[in-house]
């Protein structure tokens, strides 16, 4: 079975201050990666995925297999970060490919 | 381009009516799914279709919901009798059938959302 654990229920952190969403998942295979980011009144949104090693918005996420972790990690919150993240795994469950998601994070950033 | 589109926004309804959900997915994706977001808890699969197919549907809590896909085009989520534990957010996301160029990489676009309330 394939899960994704997002610990923290609620972030706040001031403007200008590094920023780290936690996400730890389990998958027996080689996973696929990503986060997703709902902003207030618009639609859940690809940020970015491991396979492409991007920076997104100065966001960027590193796979870590040995501690099974995929932290989304940004040097200096803005304001407009503000929003819901979710940490999502794709995999093979019960013969499937499945996109598994955490429960999410909501980032606060205090101005 | 349009967007997913998800009919309707909100729906309160009581226990033991029946609700419909639909979506209209990106025109072209052969992939659609179904997700459900209960308060506090993981936005979690319910079922996926490929054109008119369902290709899983291990996520779909009961013989309550119904999901169909007539034609390949937009799909309809249907709970009845509607229970107080399916209050939630029901989001539908659709995407292409990823190909080798694209090293399998599948986008997902999601809709809007339906708000799900059950009284």
């Known amino acids: 079975a394939q899960r994704v654990t997002q610990p923290e229920k609620l972030l706040s952190v001031f403007k200008g201050a590094p920023v780290e969403l936690k996400c730890n998942y389990s998958?027996?295979?080689?996973?696929?990666l990503f986060w997703y980011v709902q902003y207030s009144r618009q639609r859940l949104q690809l940020l970015l995925r491991h396979i492409s090693r991007e920076s997104i918005k100065g966001f960027t996420a590193d796979l870590n297999k040995g501690e099974t972790s995929f932290h989304l990690k940004k040097p200096f919150a803005q304001e407009e970060d503000s929003a819901m993240y979710y940490c999502?795994?794709?995999?093979?469950?019960?013969?499937?490919?499945?996109?598994?998601f955490g429960t999410g994070t909501k980032l606060q950033v205090i101005p | 381009e349009a967007g997913v589109t998800q009919f309707p926004s909100h729906s309160v309804i009581e226990k033991g009516q029946t609700v419909t959900l639909r979506c209209d997915p990106i025109?072209?994706?052969?992939?659609l799914y179904w997700y459900r977001r209960v308060m506090g808890k993981e936005i979690k699969f319910l079922l996926h279709?490929?054109?008119?197919?369902?290709?899983?549907e291990s996520g779909m809590p009961n013989n309550r919901f119904l999901a169909e896909r007539t034609g390949g085009t937009y799909s309809t989520l249907k709970v009845q009798p509607a229970e107080l534990e399916d209050s939630g957010v029901y989001f539908c996301?659709?995407?292409?059938?990823?190909?080798?160029?694209?090293?399998?990489?599948?986008?997902?676009?999601f809709g809007s959302g339906t708000q799900l309330s059950v009284l």
């Open positions: 998958y027996s295979g080689s996973p696929e």
């Open positions: 279709f490929v054109k008119e197919s369902k290709q899983d």
């Open positions: 996301a659709s995407s292409h059938r990823p190909t080798a160029r694209q090293g399998y990489y599948e986008k997902l676009f």
């Open positions: 025109s072209g994706h052969d992939n």
């Open positions: 999502a795994l794709r995999g093979y469950s019960g013969g499937y490919q499945k996109v598994t």
